[in-house]
């Protein structure tokens, strides 16, 4: 095997591992997310995925990586032609829906799930969740506070306030769809979005 073909294998090992351990961790969690489970479900040795990643902490950090990438495509990356301002704002806020009503990894969203698990913990897992919901929702309050300088939104309106309470509701949705499994909860949600933003 060339040294080109060799890279290119590593590379496809490595996301095939990533790919693995960003399903498992959104039913189980990053701490339920081990070397060994891995490698009985990959087929391969401890050694070998130790070798992508150094150690556990380095696979949970490329999870959360992939976690975001995901998310990136599936929310913002999917409406990134819409105008800036409320327009953006409400479809993102549908695609936010969206992704998480149609179940794209088996345990919902994994950003929300490992933001839970790490909260109250230290360490470069929960500083790497923290920064990137700190990138999310300065996105959103650009978009509330553009949405005000073009007159759609009330000028007193606050975007602090505002994204904390479409983050609530996008917890919620989370919420009743994994742990209570009731199919309305995308459209409370969508309905919860409308009495914020307007039809």
């Known amino acids: ?12 090992t490595r996301q095939r591992v990533v790919d693995r351990g960003l399903a498992l961790a959104s039913v189980e969690g990053l701490q339920g997310l081990t070397i060994g489970r891995l490698a009985t479900e990959l087929q391969m040795s401890k050694a070998g995925i130790l070798g992508h990643f150094g150690t556990k902490e380095g696979l949970q950090l490329a999870v959360v990586d ?4 995901l998310f990136a495509r599936e929310v913002p990356q999917r409406v990134r032609s819409v105008p800036p301002g409320l327009p953006h704002l409400r479809a993102v806020c549908e695609a936010w829906v969206s992704y998480l009503e149609r179940e794209v990894l088996p345990g919902g969203c994994f ?6 698990e790490f909260d109250g913990r230290q360490g470069p897992v929960r500083d790497a969740l923290a920064g990137m919901n700190a990138l999310w929702q300065r ?9 005000v300088s073009a007159g759609d939104l009330p000028a007193d309106t606050d975007p602090h306030q505002l994204v904390y309470e479409l ?30 933003l307007g039809t």
């Open 66 to 69: 992939a976690g975001a990438e």
């Open 167 to 196: 983050v609530g509701i996008m917890l919620a949705l989370n919420y009743f769809l994994q742990l209570q499994h009731d199919p309305s909860a995308p459209t409370r949600a969508r309905s919860a979005v409308r009495r914020l």
């Open 139 to 147: 996105d959103l309050r650009l978009d509330v506070q553009r949405a």
């Open 1 to 12: 095997m060339s040294p080109r073909n060799s890279v290119a294998e590593a590379r496809r």
């Open 111 to 116: 950003i929300t799930a490992a933001t839970t």
